[in-house]
């Protein structure tokens, strides 16, 4: 089935008689919608009210009354007057059973509607192989894939900064999340058809790199530095801060006055100056890029702070003196934002050089004038609310137009507390990547016999250590802070990573074990009829849920929606296993259920992707 890929999508509702059109519906994407429009139709009809509203005051997700419901509305929410549980009966008793919805019970004002099950299955199924096969080439998003809805960002760009380290520092909480949550965002923005930049902006500039130039001179060791420059260059960096404490004491700065002297030559332009700080940078960037790889993360474009030419920020400096949006005191130029309750802020310093708001200001403008964007996006951590909104207000003052609206904006996220392994806190990421992989490998050799199975354990533990940790992070709202659990987040059960690669696994282990079960090559001729069981339902009806999912995350920057998404769905497959055999039982009823497992191992893997996690198929 996945090499069938026709460019006309067939009409997965198939014979299903016609429907209006009803705004804010779309069940080309998902099919559960023309099933709501059905119930809205005949409901409108009842209470007077257009198709749309009612349409529109639809709930899906179960409802727990002792039924199994898959469409409910709650009557009051439509204002009519008189008693709500009287206007539901009579509803109720006006509608008419049809080949969307077959059963539609009243309670106490409340709706509650069935859809027909074969239909429904049909429909769902059909629709999520309707789209052109996943091209499977991971890393990287099949945008075209069940759940994406190309047509809301055609033709528009947006920039996606994320991670952005800074050179010569630990790569802390702060960064990973960043880098984690930046990453899905760049996919979801694809899945809506947009052209996404992901851009990585370094913090790469400032006195330090005088600091460091220094320490190189003295601690440094071209070998350490080809080999790994990020944990070599923090080495440096931590030595020659002692040097520097030492002295203090000693009451010398001979290091610090080096360390200015360097940074000022490299500021005006040295160019030897320039050839040490631009290999700290490139080799540090190399290294990066191996790690982002290994997370199935690549960039367009590596900026950073040293990139923003000294003309943007003197010109956005004098716009702000003209537009008086900054004032003078003591030499240094500050912007005045109490009015938006946003304090002040210096952009200027007294002895003339630019700070991290200033580079911002700069750098803004010059992507603007680059890339044109419709939309710009900063993945930082809350911690920083208060620099991007401040800087966000002073490029609005300035005047721009691409940065009014909400045409910029900063998606923020909680604290990581306890970031650390047995070896102690972790630096770098790739200390966080090995840890992750190692108590990884650990879990796995707990069962001997099957780890002996595995083909290829290093790999495996590698990409479930990923997962557990990308998982751990998009797993509850982004506002939320996490503890940073290496044993919790690598454990076969709970919800974790590991548990939703697991269920892929098994998901993809069903074909392989049915050889024997050929596919159709027109998949409308399974007989979705026999999907008879609840359990069965369950699956398709959270199957139907998913673009709504994808839509959900979209409006709120939430992976947490589809992580949760990703859960239910795994639950709702484990505990189907008994009752829905594949094997030894009739070869049609096997082939519709095999058919089922096959389309949620797709959009299981679909959510996984977007989620940045490669879906495992062996384990
Ligand atoms: N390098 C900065 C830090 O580590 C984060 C950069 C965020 N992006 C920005 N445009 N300010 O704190």
């Keep these: 089935m996945s090499s069938s890929s026709s460019s006309s999508s067939p009409n997965p509702l198939g014979s299903l008689p016609q429907l209006p059109t009803v705004e804010g519906s779309n069940p080309q994407r998902a099919a559960v919608d023309a099933f709501k429009i059905a119930v809205a139709v005949q409901v409108a009809a009842v209470i007077g009210k257009d198709v749309k509203d ?31 549980a009287e206007w539901a009966d009579k509803v109720a008793a006006a509608f008419v059973a049809n080949e969307y919805i077959s059963t539609v019970t009243s309670a106490n004002g409340l709706l509650m509607f069935q859809v027909n099950h ?48 800074n050179i010569a520092k630990p790569f802390h909480a702060g960064h990973l999340r960043s880098t984690i949550i930046g ?62 404490e030492a002295e203090k ?36 960037i190399e290294r990066y890029k191996e790690t982002y790889a290994r997370l199935n993360i690549h960039y367009d474009v590596y900026s950073g702070e040293s990139q923003v030419a000294t003309k943007s920020m003197t010109e956005a400096i004098s716009t702000l003196q003209e537009m008086g949006v900054v004032g003078e005191k003591d030499g240094a130029l500050i912007a005045d934002l109490t009015k ?54 002073v490029l609005e003052l300035m005047g721009y137009e691409w940065a009014k609206d909400g045409r910029l904006e900063h998606i923020n996220f909680g604290m990581v507390t306890g970031m650390s392994t047995r070896r102690g806190t972790v630096k770098f990421l790739n200390d966080i990547l090995e840890a992750a992989a190692e108590t990884m490998m650990e879990q796995m050799r707990r069962n001997e016999a ?63 074990k049915n050889p024997n079960i050929v596919m159709p090559e027109d998949i409308s001729l399974v007989k979705t009829e026999l999907l008879v ?10 199957l139907s849920l998913y673009p709504d999912v994808v839509s959900t995350a979209y409006k709120t920057n939430e992976p947490s929606a589809i992580v949760t998404f990703a859960f239910k769905l795994a639950h709702a497959i484990s505990s189907a296993w008994d009752g829905l055999r594949v094997q030894n039982v009739e070869v049609e009823l096997g082939t519709a259920r095999l058919y089922l497992f096959i389309s949620a191992r797709d959009v299981l893997a679909t959510a996984l992707k977007l989620l940045t996690l490669e879906p495992l198929d062996r384990m």
């Design 249 to 284: 004491l000693a009451g010398s700065q001979e290091t610090e006055d080096e360390a200015r002297l360097f940074f000022k030559n490299l500021e005006e332009g040295d160019a030897t100056s320039h050839a040490l700080w631009s290999r700290f940078r490139d080799l540090s």
């Design 533 to 542: 069981e609840d359990k069965a339902h369950d699956i398709v009806y959270l």
């Design 54 to 84: 009612v349409y529109l005051g639809i709930d899906t997700g179960k409802v727990n009354l002792g039924t199994k419901i898959d469409l409910s509305i709650a009557v009051a929410r439509f204002r009519l007057g008189g008693k709500p």
């Design 340 to 393: 938006y309750k946003l304090e002040k802020t210096v952009v200027r310093k007294k002895d003339g050089t630019t700070i991290y708001i200033t580079r911002d200001i700069g750098a803004a403008k010059e992507r603007y004038a680059k890339y044109k964007f419709d939309k710009m996006i900063y993945v930082v951590a809350s911690q920083q609310n208060l620099h991007l909104a401040q800087f966000f207000k």
């Design 118 to 165: 074969a239909n429904f299955a049909k429909a769902v199924l059909g629709q999520i192989h309707s789209y052109p096969s996943p091209t499977s080439d991971i890393p990287g998003y099949d945008s075209n894939a069940y759940g994406c809805n190309p047509v809301v960002g055609k033709g528009k760009k947006v920039i996606v900064e994320f991670s952005s380290p």
């Design 183 to 244: 990453a899905f965002t760049a996919n979801l923005y694809e899945t809506f058809g947009w052209e996404v930049i992901r851009m990585n902006y370094l913090g790469d500039w400032g006195k330090q790199f005088g600091l460091l130039a220094v320490g190189f001179k003295r601690h440094g060791s071209e070998e350490a530095l080809t080999a790994d420059a990020i944990k070599h260059l923090f080495d440096v960096y931590v030595k020659v801060n002692q040097d520097m």
């Design 450 to 512: 099957k780890f002996a199975l595995i083909e290829n354990p290093e790999r495996c533990a590698d990409v479930l250590g990923m997962s557990a940790v990308k998982i751990q992070d998009m797993g509850a709202k982004r506002h939320l802070d996490y503890t940073f659990d290496l044993k919790k987040m690598t454990a076969f059960e709970g919800d974790t990573g590991v548990y939703l690669q697991y269920a892929h696994v098994r998901l993809a282990s069903v074909q392989r």
